[in-house]
């Protein structure tokens, strides 16, 4: 078993914290390592991958003699500072009473503490590459030691457009060390990075599809566009959910639902790229404590997100890319419980919802909601096969002021300005000037 090969204090420690057998890539990779092997890890957050790389590398470190300690010797890089947090705990988790300092670095904590933290000395930092070049711009991080480099979601970072930034810390350290690249997928710029960093790596690849689809039910609820609101607030209140994280595409529909959720009286906390470091911690722990039962969040914010007995995911849209659906619902049937994951699907998302299908390689359960009427006329269809009750009662189209020829006392406006369309209005409220012409 590789965590045998674990000196007897990170034994002990992951057994206080509930490590009684260790995870597949933790069976693959940690041999590997501790071996001295680089490898690229094809697994998603959640199959227990940060203690796959972070017990070896603490084992082999704790080897060194006292002397260095102090010294940066392991540098772990992540596409966000919430990720970075929570691995940043991780690894202080697993080292408990081996004496190494591990600091966080990245964006959004006020950087004169952290100018006071390095000055003490570091054997680990995690980091977002943003903050850590400035801080080594600045030679607050000396490191010409550094053993060992880790990049966390690495198909992430690309995605957030990091490449330079990684390039460059590459480009400092010394080019004899271990490498370790984790990624959720293996996109062509992924492969590309690992071919210039990493010495004859060894692939571990984990199967991230199987273990989601047994513990986790996926369902889908047709409905239009323009009534996501309503069915959402619908979904959480009729079912007391009691903790829900909502995803979105984009920071202006977080903050949309966000509000919407809260005029429906339910209590809601929302994390974006643009919200400060400050709130999105409150955020996240408010959620995590259960002051907020519903978390509104983008992607990228809520990428590596481990959040404990988390139940139920709902997708209030189609991920830009296809392969984040698994990631989010990924947050949820962890360590083999059972979770929901449901997804609001507009007509204008068959097309990307058809990929996501064959990414699974099963069709999810579709169910019209019980109890949620959409308004009078709305209909979803996919290839002319409605999803949705049409209502007996469709109204006719309500005729508008443009090109009603029942109401001759209007005027059709011959051009729209770029702040919208002008007015029609009545004859004889025309000005002189055109009573003139």
């Excluded at 590398?57 to 102090?70: D, Q, T």
């Excluded at 513990?215 to 323009?226: A, F, R």
């Excluded at 996240?284 to 259960?290: A, D, K, T």
Aim: proline share 5%; net charge positive; glycine share 8%.
């Amino acid at each position: 078993m590789p965590f045998n090969s674990l000196n007897q204090t990170l034994r002990t420690n992951i057994l206080n914290l509930g490590y009684d057998k260790p995870t597949p890539i933790q069976t693959k990779a940690i041999p590997l390592l501790l071996s001295g092997r680089d490898i690229i890890g094809a697994a998603q957050t959640g199959t227990g991958k940060t203690a796959a790389y972070a017990l070896p590398i603490l084992h082999m470190m704790s080897k060194a003699e006292p002397l260095e300690f102090g010294r940066v010797k392991a540098l772990v890089l992540v596409p966000t500072r919430e990720l970075c947090d929570q691995i940043t705990k991780a690894i202080r988790n697993y080292s408990d009473g081996l004496g190494f300092r591990i600091l966080n670095i990245s964006g959004g904590i006020n950087m004169t503490k952290q100018i006071a933290s390095l000055s003490k000395g570091a054997d680990i930092i995690v980091a977002t590459a943003g903050r850590f070049l400035e801080l080594n711009k600045q030679g607050h991080i000396p490191l010409s030691k550094v053993q060992f480099l880790v990049l966390d979601e690495a198909d992430t970072m690309l995605d957030m457009g990091f490449i330079r930034e990684i390039e460059q810390i590459i480009d400092m350290l010394p080019t004899k060390r271990q490498t370790m690249l984790f990624s959720a997928t293996m996109s062509g710029a992924v492969k590309r990075l690992s071919e210039k960093i990493l010495q004859k790596p060894m692939l571990v690849e984990i199967d991230n599809l199987s273990p989601a689809d047994m513990t986790i039910t996926q369902i889908v609820h047709p409905v239009e566009k323009e009534q996501k609101n309503e069915l959402l607030s619908y979904l959480i209140g009729s079912n007391n959910y009691p903790q829900v994280l909502v995803f979105t595409r984009n920071k202006a529909t977080a903050d949309e639902v966000s509000s919407h959720l809260v005029l429906s009286g339910l209590k809601c906390a929302t994390i974006h790229g643009d919200k400060k470091h400050g709130a999105r911690d409150r955020a996240l722990s408010g959620f995590r404590s259960g002051e907020y039962p519903i978390l509104v969040a983008t992607d990228i914010a809520a990428r590596g997100l481990d959040i404990d007995d988390l139940g139920v995911v709902i997708n209030y849209d189609i991920p830009h890319i296809i392969t984040d659906y698994i990631h989010r619902i990924g947050r949820t049937g962890r360590a083999n419980k059972n979770g929901i994951a449901i997804t609001l699907l507009s007509s204008n998302e068959l097309i990307s919802w058809k990929k996501i299908e064959l990414l699974l390689g099963k069709v999810p359960q579709r169910i019209e909601v019980k109890g949620f009427e959409p308004p009078a006329g709305l209909v979803v269809k996919t290839r002319g096969k409605s999803l949705l009750k049409e209502n007996a009662d469709k109204p006719k189209k309500a005729a508008g002021a443009f090109g009603n020829k029942k109401k001759k006392e209007l005027v059709q406006p011959k051009y729209a300005s770029k702040r919208g369309p002008k007015i029609a209005r009545p004859i004889e409220e025309k000005s002189k000037k055109q009573k003139k012409r």
